[in-house]
Every structure is written in structure tokens, then in C-alpha cells.
């Protein structure tokens, strides 16, 4: 079941991603954005800070594994941020190439307006735990 579930939000979000290639990133308002709400915990470049993840040349690992797509979306800065789905979805697709650096895959598939709406309603209570095992499951992946 949950299988089938993640395999209907990745054809959603192929599909979708064709509507939002049209659109382009406001950099002004999505760097505004990352400086309003994002950066007093990851500070100014994506460095992180004492418990706080390190996006720099590490975030677009994430995007490899369908859980790790979906953790960047469920964190609590993320799903409980102010901004709306749209917006979020702008600030997500400015921070992955932004601070991901060579980590980011080719095939990056830009997030929607759905898909964030739809993530965020089930936002992440145990992040440090599920952090870590998506972790795992990364170093796993480069490994092979």
C-alpha cells in the first residue's frame, strides 16, 4: 500500500513538474524567504548550527530516496512554515541548487504546489530519528 502510494506522488509530481517548468523562481522573494524563516537556524549559507543540519553540497542527497523528497517538506520548519504551499515549494526549489551543490541530482524534479500541500499535512514529530535513518539509507546508496 504504501508503496503504491509513493509511486502515485511520483507520477503526480512528474506530471505536475511539467506545469511548473513554465514557471520560474522569484530569487529575490525566495532568498527573502530563506532570510525571514529559514536562516536563523541554518544560518545565511546553509551551514546549520549546533543540531542544526548542514544543507551546503549535503541537501540534494535527500532528493535520491522518495523518503527523503518527502522529510524536506515534513520537517517542522518546513511544514509548519507561514508561507503557503506555492511559496514553500519556490523556497524548496531555490535552497536545493542553491546549497546543494554537486549532491543535487540531474534528474531533479523541481517540487509542486500539490505535492507540498499534500506532504504537509503530515508533518514530522520524531526528526531527529527519521533523519538518521534516512542517513543510513544515504550512505547505503553512495556506497553501492
Not at 103 to 131: A, K
Request: hydrophobic share 40%; glycine share 8%.
Amino acid at each position: 500500500m504504501i508503496s503504491m502510494l509513493r509511486y502515485l506522488l511520483l507520477l503526480t509530481c512528474l506530471t505536475a513538474s511539467l506545469s511548473y517548468a513554465s514557471e520560474t523562481i522569484n530569487e529575490k522573494r525566495a532568498l527573502f524567504n530563506y532570510q525571514m524563516l529559514c536562516q536563523g537556524c541554518h544560518v545565511g549559507d546553509g551551514r546549520g548550527g549546533k543540531d542544526v543540519p548542514n544543507m551546503i553540497g549535503f541537501v540534494g542527497h535527500f532528493l535520491k530516496l522518495p523518503e527523503g523528497r518527502e522529510y524536506l517538506v515534513r520537517v517542522p520548519g518546513s511544514a509548519n512554515s507561514a508561507l503557503d504551499n506555492k511559496q514553500l515549494a519556490e523556497l524548496l526549489n531555490w535552497m536545493i541548487p542553491n546549497f546543494g551543490e554537486s549532491s543535487v541530482p540531474d534528474d531533479f524534479i523541481p517540487y509542486t504546489e500539490q505535492e507540498i500541500g499534500e506532504l504537509r499535512q503530515n508533518p514530522l514529530m520524531e526528526v531527529v530519528e527519521h533523519r538518521a535513518k534516512l542517513l543510513e539509507q544515504i550512505s547505503a546508496l553512495e556506497q553501492q
